[in-house]
DNA sequence: GTGAAAGCGCTAACAA
DNA sequence: TTGTTAGCGCTTTCAC
């Protein structure tokens, strides 16, 4: 059932019922009854216009393009129905890919995301290994530039709109509680990819224990791989008080922990919410990550920048409860 | 930059450009020389051909939809790399669409993904609330069910392609090793929301469990809302063995239960990974979701699926492991 | 108020 | 081996 099916139907134009069915009508002054009488006929045939053919005409093709560098556990889907949340009511369809943590297939997806002309894209930017600087995808032109863009979660070279979490703040919390407790010798935990919010968190940490009189050597930082080195164990061993930038490292390393160590005698904190929280035998306090609400925010940055392609950026940041 | 232009920096016809653009040199008995001109000059200019005008044609979008009645936490990233994985190497782009558990959300998403012409479908279906028959979208027409589809993880009324999990065999290993910690009081805690892989697990925890001589009073079932009641706690209390279809909920449970039962008294089992389950202080057996396997495998059913319309109704089960 | 006609970028039947 | 021509379903001038 297309266009052209509805208006031999109606004993009208193709024309005027596009005009009826995008909604124009009122715009082209069609009178009421031809407009009636269309929509009533789309209706009884169930039409639906065909998008494609819509977006070779129009250059749009409401579509977002979702761009995660890894899957972040919990986190996608719960960004994803943020986004989704938002978009609903639009006529936006959210397409998404995920690059295994892999640099060759991030560039490559946004790659395909541009050949599948999406309207804008939300970037969960790939963290790179230690000292590496972020970089401009390889393939960077022009079109790319001039596709909207909102950078989520991480920073990264691309001078884009933002959505962040308030990691300064975050490890800044953390090391008053660490310091409410009165504790003498600090770790920080991160997995060995460099990205900013890690960074932000180990920022904020450090410096409120600096500006409180701890020295740096009472601060420690571990920096694991996939699975901690018996070395960087014996490290956190040391502290009294460990700040884990994220739940599931933390825990990965709190089985081996425990054989060298009492693990009640050691305040922990982590970012991200475990499960098992309550029933768990330490002391540990988790800092919630707001994904879903980063991906409404996200969402709703992306369709004003849409629409407002001159204003200046934007960067909002989201505090970790 | 399109075929036109290529075509005319060429001095050829915008048909054998997009013949030899479409890996259909070969095909055409088209001559090295100027296949080689085109791909060279195409090449140059950083020539993409545009999708939409492509489909347009060809009635083919190269997207597959993925649809989540609901966002299943860890799951719908695993299940996303794992379709990814597939279909990297291919054509093919996922659209993806989450539902919040709404079957009104849930209809809508499967209508969208039709009008977005998607090649396949990758479906999750919704869990209804209990006693509610499985029902096909109610707009189902024909559009829909020509569209090749692979449900996944729960059972739906339509007759597709399935990914499951064998979930009856889940139900009979963890009664089995309950049997072996020599158990008397048995229960299995569920989410209110009926689904097949639930049922199933029931069925083959019970079915076991009376095989081997219980009687169905030691047997209880606890199906819960968002918090547990007193009285689901305590008739979870009453039991040495408690197998929870999914392992946030029996987390969830614990730190209530804790207060009026011994935990190290109990045998605890659940599907799903616990991330700190080895430093949690119960005795807890649980079952891996193989779900990025179950992406994999769906998204390798649905390619073969488009290709072969016309065979037998494929169903492949995956061991929890 | 409505329609005719051109064209978005590409593919495919039919010629040559 | 290559080109001509006619669309795919829709939007959009421009004309009446």
Redesign the interface.
Known sequence: MNIKEISALCGVSTCTVSRVLSGDAKKYRISDATAKKILKVADKK?Y?P????R??NTRQ?F?IGLI?AN????????I??GV??HL?GTDY??????C?NSSD?YDEEIQ?M????VDGVILYPLALAGGVKFSLPKTA?KSESDTPCVVIGRHSSLDRDEVMFCDREAGQTVAEGFLEGKRRRFAFLAPQGSCSADRGREAGYVETLKKNGIKTSAIATVRTGEKPTPKEISTLAKADAIFSTN??LL??C??EL?EIRD?LSVKFASVGK???E?????DLRTLSVPARAMGTEAAKLLLWRMENPGEPLRRICLPLV
Chains 1, 2 share one sequence.
């Open positions: 169930g639906r065909n998008y494609l053919a977006s070779l093709t579509t995660f899957t972040v556990d919990f986190f996608l889907g719960r994803l129905e989704e949340a609903r369809q959210t397409i998404v890919a995920t295994e297939l395909r541009l050949y599948r002309h032109g739940s599931a825990l990965s709190l089985s425990k693990l475990v499960e098992a309550d029933i768990l035998p330490i």
